[in-house]
Structures are given as structure tokens and as C-alpha cells.
């Protein structure tokens, strides 16, 4: 089955994850295996220690178009910021809303509020040891930079969606949440600020024993 059959046909067998067999479809019925995005965990530095003092800080890596729904993280950290004032974001990656959500991150509060870094080429040289990687999708896959972020020893705050819900659940450091909510964002946002930044951190998880 061609891929733009798959994505552009009919909706009967437009879908995500496992196998997809469609007697209608274009190829003839032809068995499609869909095989999850990896990571080279190899190729990751060990996770670096975390200092005691170290101030709470989210991060993001993703395209900055709406299906991300990064509004939903800035609206969240205006609620929990007043509580944690020494909690920061940065943003890794670029697109079209980049403009609009830098202004309405300065007018939520200032840079701190978040701090875009644009395109980077080895996002995982960029996360704070014991830092929380934020995914706050309205519809995901498997992301590459979330499977990075646990193996670096982040904890993880992620909308229940796609792939994600199933490849986060039950591990630990990560809070699910539903999708295009703020109170529950705020709050487990929140939660993980006022966490020990080692309570529960994923290590190992890129150079297991």
C-alpha cells in the first residue's frame, strides 16, 4: 500500500498503529505493518547528575504548529508559576506559530515564561538533568524526542494520546493527562515542579545494567 493511499483514502482504513488489512483499498487488500518510531539510545551520553538546588525547568521539543497545542503548556504555566516562580521553559523547534506564541509567552510573563531556541540539532545536549519534558499534543504518534527525554533521565508530563499513552503508561516519573485541558496540565505541571528533581527519574533507561 502506498503511504499516500494510506493517509489520503478512505477513512475506513485510515488508521494508526498495529495492522491494517482493507479489502477496498487501492493496492488490492494488500497487509500494512506499521512499525513505531525508535531511537538510537546508544548514540545518548549518560544522563548527568542532579544538583540540589537546581531550579524546576520544563522543555519541548516539537514543531510549533497547532496540532502541538503549545497554548495549552503557557496557559498551564500561568497558573502554576505564581506557586513555583523559578519555573522556566524552553522550546525546541520552528514553524508557523512560532511569532504568535513568543508574543503570548511574553505577555504571560516575560521570557521565562518561555524561551525559544528554534531548530536544534541534538535536542537531548539541550535537557536539564532532572528536568520534565512537556508533550501536550492534541494528536501524537511515537515522538523520537520523548523516547530521548526518558532515556536522559526527564520525567515526562504528556497528554494521553496515540502511540504516547500506551509507551508511557506505567512508567515512572510520568503523569498522563487528558488532552486540551488546562486544569489538569496546571496541576501536573505543578506536581512535578514541587518534586524532588530525582523523585522518580527514569535513569538508566538509555544504558541499562
Do not use: Y
Not at 498503529?17 to 494488500?30: D, E, H, K, L
Not at 526527564?154 to 494520546?161: D, F, G
Amino acid at each position: 500500500m502506498l503511504l499516500h493511499e494510506l493517509f489520503h483514502g478512505p477513512p475506513a482504513w485510515r488508521q494508526h498503529g498495529g495492522s491494517i488489512t482493507a479489502s477496498n483499498c487501492p493496492s488490492g487488500g494488500a497487509r500494512l505493518e506499521v512499525v513505531p518510531n525508535g531511537a538510537d539510545l546508544a548514540t545518548l551520553p549518560e544522563p548527568a547528575p542532579v544538583a540540589a538546588d537546581a531550579a524546576p525547568a520544563l522543555v519541548m521539543v516539537c514543531r510549533l504548529v497547532p496540532v502541538k497545542n503549545i497554548p495549552l503548556v503557557l496557559e498551564a504555566l500561568r497558573l502554576v508559576r505564581p506557586r513555583v516562580p523559578r519555573l522556566t521553559l524552553t522550546l525546541m523547534g520552528d514553524g508557523p506559530e512560532r511569532e504568535a506564541l513568543t508574543a503570548r509567552a511574553e505577555a504571560l510573563g516575560g521570557a521565562e515564561a518561555g524561551r525559544f531556541l528554534g531548530m536544534v540539532e541534538r535536542p537531548w545536549s539541550h535537557l536539564p538533568p532532572g528536568g520534565v519534558f512537556v508533550q501536550s499534543s492534541d494528536s501524537e504518534g511515537l515522538s523520537v524526542s520523548l523516547i530521548e527525554a526518558m532515556a536522559m533521565g526527564c520525567r515526562v508530563v504528556a497528554t494521553a494520546v496515540g502511540q504516547t499513552a500506551t509507551f508511557v503508561d506505567g512508567a515512572p516519573g510520568v503523569r498522563q493527562v487528558p488532552p486540551r485541558e488546562v486544569p489538569p496540565m496546571a496541576a501536573a505541571l505543578g506536581a512535578m515542579a514541587g518534586m524532588d528533581p530525582g523523585e522518580a527519574r527514569p535513569q538508566g533507561a538509555a544504558h541499562p545494567a
